[in-house]
Antibody
Framework: QVQLQESGPGLVKPSGTLSLTCAVS??????????WTWVRQPPGKGLEWIGE???????NYKPSLQSRVAISMDKSKNQFSLRLSSLTAADTAVYYC???????????WGQGTLVTVSS | EIVLTQSPGTLSLSPGERATLSCRAG???????LAWYQQKPGQAPRLLIY???SRATGIPDRFSGSGSGTDFTLTISRLEPEDFAVYYC???????????FGQGTKLEIK
């Protein structure tokens, strides 16, 4: 049973950079067919896929966010990370890490962490 | 980007009733790439259905998915009190690789 846990600052300044980490337990991010993913949800709104990373290092990003986002992984710590730059209030959201089994749906989710962009 | 439109926005029903939720796309979708999630307040989404009609592990058989092409449906045969939540459909597009969610349907107690 894969478990995911997000961590990172809950408050970041406009024009700054958001950095979050997702710790993975119950499975290795280095093996198998899983993609490791970030999804966000603005308060009271729907879900938005941000991007994903495979154990090979391959990444895919939402086109509208591609210029501001980077997802990386640290295999030695069994975790992956999200960086989102040039923040505005519109980036305020609960950020979830999740995983798919290679079959294009997300079967494991972290509990989510609220990030507020405000001065 | 594929746009998924869910209807209705809000559905008010009573426990024991049947719920039918719709997810419609502007272009034909690959059924294998269509999933449904349930989300309760303060919780992460939970996978219910994948491949348009396959139930995820541990999901009760009162939940079923169907559809093809541009129209997909999530049906809850007999609503239990714990089923009142927001439901999202989701699709994966290969080119470019991207996941899209519908805007959600809120299922509320009447």
């Amino acid at each position: 049973q894969v478990q995911l846990q997000e961590s990172g600052p809950g408050l970041v300044k406009p024009s700054g950079t958001l950095s979050l980490t997702c710790a993975v337990s119950g499975g290795s991010i280095s093996s198998g067919v899983r993609w490791w993913t970030w999804v966000r949800q603005p308060p009271g709104k729907g879900l938005e896929w941000i991007g994903e990373i495979f154990h090979s290092g391959s990444t895919n990003y939402k086109p509208s966010l591609q210029s501001r986002v980077a997802i990386s992984m640290d295999k030695s710590k069994n975790q992956f990370s999200l960086r989102l730059s040039s923040l505005t209030a519109a980036d305020t959201a609960v950020y979830y890490c999740a995983s798919n089994s290679g079959w294009f749906h997300f079967d494991y989710w972290g509990q989510g962490t609220l990030v507020t962009v405000s001065s | 980007e594929i746009v998924l439109t869910q209807s209705p926005g809000t559905l008010s029903l009573s426990p024991g009733e049947r719920a039918t939720l719709s997810c419609r796309a502007g272009q034909s979708l690959t059924s294998s790439f269509l999933a449904w999630y349930q989300q309760k307040p303060g919780q992460a989404p939970r996978l219910l259905i994948y491949g348009a009609s396959s139930r995820a592990t541990g999901i009760p058989d009162r939940f079923s998915g169907s559809g093809s092409g541009t129209d997909f449906t999530l049906t809850i045969s007999r609503l239990e009190p714990e089923d009142f939540a927001v439901y999202y459909c989701q699709h994966y597009d290969r080119s470019p690789p991207e996941y899209t969610f519908g805007q959600g349907t809120k299922l509320e107690i009447k």
